[in-house]
Nanobody, 125 residues
Framework: VQLQAFGGGLVQAGAFLRLSCAPS????????IGWFRQAPGKEREFVAA????????HYADSVKGRFTISRDNAKSTAYLQMNNLKPEDTAVYYC???????????????????WGQGTLVTVSS
């Protein structure tokens, strides 16, 4: 499964963006989808996950209440709705997928087998 992430851009603080993640050459209907981000000079960090088997959502504390992860199985696309963006949300955002994750592994980048190419989100103050 190859993933494509898109929807990033340059916005002002307080604005919103919706990122999309779609597979090419397959479907991730039962996969867990994760969104991660990496700011310059920092390690890749967990943002949100949609657990495929349990249909549950999980968020980093820094985005809880502002970001929403969802999945449209009919379109085989996952989304990350980002509201009330802050300058500290500036990063390259990646989507990832895997079909073998356990709950305790959702927030660990190395546990995901498939990755998209990343899309840049820049939030100006």
């Amino acid at each position: 499964v190859q993933l494509q992430a898109f929807g990033g851009g340059l916005v002002q603080a307080g604005a919103f963006l919706r990122l999309s993640c779609a597979p090419s050459g397959g479907t991730f209907r039962t996969y867990t989808i994760g969104w991660f981000r990496q700011a310059p000079g920092k390690e890749r960090e967990f943002v949100a996950a949609f657990r495929g088997s349990a249909q549950t959502t999980h968020y980093a504390d820094s985005v809880k209440g502002r970001f929403t992860i969802s999945r449209d199985n009919a379109k085989s696309t996952a989304y990350l709705q980002m509201n009330n963006l802050k300058p500290e949300d500036t990063a390259v955002y990646y989507c990832a997928a895997d079909n073998r994750l356990i709950l305790s592994s959702l927030r660990i980048p190395d546990q995901y087998h498939y990755w998209g190419q990343g899309t840049l989100v820049t939030v100006s103050s």
